[in-house]
């Protein structure tokens, strides 16, 4: 089973605290738990199900769920807890999971691919085994920022705290998302050279600075050759002239939610020194100049409608 939920909307912390027992404790809290062992083990009983866990575990036990905590050998064990609440928890069957992934991930590198648009997608999904363990110590380490803030009493540290507990999230999806992509066997998925949405990823980042091929070559790690030949197979243009599009595109972009903007100033924003040369690439990839397009979409700007 995995949990699954979405943190476009950011969780909200109901109370986070450190324990250290050996004691048996039953009980079911009407919030999502996410509980981490910082030292020691215990068994917890939940679902029907055991799990034994050891310094460096998180476990996720959902809201309104009865969970049981037994001590191992009688002996102390130290815990993290975090209540929160989020939106919408789905728990999802592996092959679920690993369909959604699929599909979330399909989106976001068309998204990135797309030299029409000039945002690249955001995943928030979260995806959590109910037990995950971590050996490199990097789940500690966030747990000893949270009890820190929480020792360190000041009214705003609320947001660091926030953070730090996306963070322990996503620590943990992305483990998640690791170990279930050991089981996928969908060849399926990903078809798009690795060094080819850096590549995308690249241009995209960095808009504002005159881009070159041999930028791309060196970041990526690879032939002139090599990657004229992937943005040939899978744009049907050149890595120039795929730069070119995405700045146009974002020309456009920005003279139509701000026409009032000087066309100097976008030229200079995207990297381009010459206001000139800038004006007659615009011209040749859109068909007109920069002052008719902004003539002539003023007309309709959104802010006309506020």
Not at 53 to 72: D, E, F, H
Request: hydrophobic residues 35%.
């Amino acid at each position: 089973m995995i949990y699954h939920f979405n943190v476009q909307t950011m969780p909200t912390i109901k109370s986070t605290y450190t324990v250290i027992r050996n004691t048996i404790w039953q009980v079911a809290d009407p919030y999502h738990i996410l509980l981490s062992i910082t030292d020691g083990e215990c068994e917890v009983e939940t679902g029907g199900e055991k799990h034994r866990l050891k310094k460096g575990s998180s476990m996720l036990i959902p809201a309104n769920q009865s969970y049981k905590r037994t001590p191992v050998d009688g002996k102390m064990c130290e815990m993290m807890y975090v209540h929160f609440t989020v939106g919408e928890t789905d728990e999802l069957t592996e092959k679920e999971a690993l369909e959604k992934i699929n599909r979330n991930k399909a989106e976001a590198e068309q998204s990135l691919l797309d030299s029409q648009n000039s945002f690249v997608a955001a995943l928030t999904d979260v995806f959590l085994k109910p037990v995950l363990h971590r050996e490199d110590g990097k789940t500690l380490e966030i747990c000893e920022k949270i009890k820190a803030l929480r020792y360190g009493y000041k009214i705003d540290n609320t947001l660091f705290l926030l953070i730090y507990f996306c963070e322990l999230l996503a620590l943990l999806s992305k483990q998640t998302l690791g170990e279930l992509r050991e089981q996928d066997t969908d060849t399926q998925t990903v078809k798009i050279p690795y060094n080819l949405k850096k590549a995308v990823w690249y241009i995209k980042q960095n808009d504002s600075k005159k881009i070159t091929v041999s930028d791309l070559c060196q970041y990526c790690s690879i032939s002139e050759s090599q990657l004229t030949r992937y943005f040939k197979e899978h744009f049907h243009t050149t890595p120039i002239q795929y730069i070119i599009d995405f700045k146009m595109n974002r020309a456009r972009e920005i003279f139509l939610n701000a026409p009032e903007i000087p066309v100097k100033s976008v030229s200079s924003d995207l990297g381009y020194d010459d206001q000139h040369y800038f004006s007659r690439i615009f011209t040749k990839v859109t068909g007109e100049t920069p002052t008719a397009y902004k003539e002539r979409v003023s007309e309709f700007s959104p802010k006309k409608l506020i």
